[in-house]
């Protein structure tokens, strides 16, 4: 094989997996460790691939391994493949229950279809889901859910994240974690921007009976700067219908459980 076909493929791999590893490249390719890298350094030069410690991510932007939109940003974009998600994971939730809702737009669109869930209480830290539940609690009184915020430092994207949110987290039992995620891949698993998010994140999984796991199509093959959970500790996944067949495998053969909502076509 021609170095050209060879990079070509790599470059394949990175854009469908999400990242490569130089020993499984290896592996794969019948070539050495040093031609690999050779390939991922000229590959690397030509902006194709970002080079990490022992292999390679996708590079979708110029600064898409730590940007970091704010909530108002996010919120905007695939709204009707959030609504369906929403409706699919508040489907999961069962009446007096402990769920943890992390940071995010999905789970914020998840947290406004369990207003009226019997005797459920709800952990977060999410600002802006924790002021939805406040404002439920005022207006509905006992009928809402009870709410617990982790407290923390926020982020641009509205989470509380930090040692003050780490400790409150890691002193609870959940029934279910709902979890967004900046990005999904195969290799990766679940990442994002903020280095004190994913640790968060971290313990919100450790303390969670079970995790499912809320993103749209448009998250996979995304890299972030910081994984925070393998595809392996997801007992959930709740995807829309745009998800590509090769991901769709990947997740049937790694996860607990797919579900894969329909979008609403205009």
């Not at 509205?158 to 039992?173: E, F, I, M």
């Not at 290799?187 to 994913?198: D, M, S, W």
Request: net charge negative; charged share 20%; proline share 4%.
């Amino acid at each position: 094989m021609l170095a050209q076909q060879r990079r070509a493929l790599i470059l394949e791999y990175v854009r469908r997996d999400g990242a490569v590893r130089v020993a499984d490249l290896v592996e794969e390719l019948g070539v050495s460790d040093m031609t690999i890298r050779r390939d991922l350094d000229a590959l690397a030069r030509s902006g194709g691939v970002e080079k990490v410690h022992g292999g390679a991510v996708a590079v979708t932007g110029p600064t898409a391994t730590t940007d970091e939109p704010g909530f108002e940003a996010k919120s905007t974009r695939e709204s009707a493949a959030k609504a369906a998600l929403a409706d699919a994971a508040a489907a999961l939730v069962e009446p007096g229950t402990v769920v943890a809702l992390s940071a995010g737009t999905t789970s914020f669109a998840v947290a406004s279809r369990l207003l009226t869930v019997p005797r459920l209480t709800v952990v977060t830290n999410s600002l802006p889901v924790a002021e939805l539940l406040r404002t439920a609690r005022r207006e509905l009184g006992d009928a809402a859910p009870t709410l617990l915020v982790t407290g923390g430092s926020p982020t641009r994207s509205a989470a509380l994240v930090g040692p003050l949110a780490d400790q409150a987290v890691r002193s609870l039992h959940m029934d279910l974690l709902i979890l967004g995620t900046h990005g999904v891949s195969e290799q990766a698993g679940l990442t994002t921007p903020n280095l004190a998010e994913a640790e968060t994140n971290r313990a919100l999984v450790a303390a969670a009976r079970r995790v499912a796991v809320v993103a749209d199509h448009t998250k996979w093959g995304v890299v972030a700067l910081s994984s925070f959970a393998t595809l392996a500790d997801v007992d959930c996944f709740v995807t829309d219908d745009g998800i590509s067949g090769q991901a769709r495998a990947v997740l049937e053969d790694t996860v607990g459980e797919l579900v894969v909502a329909p979008v609403p076509k205009d």
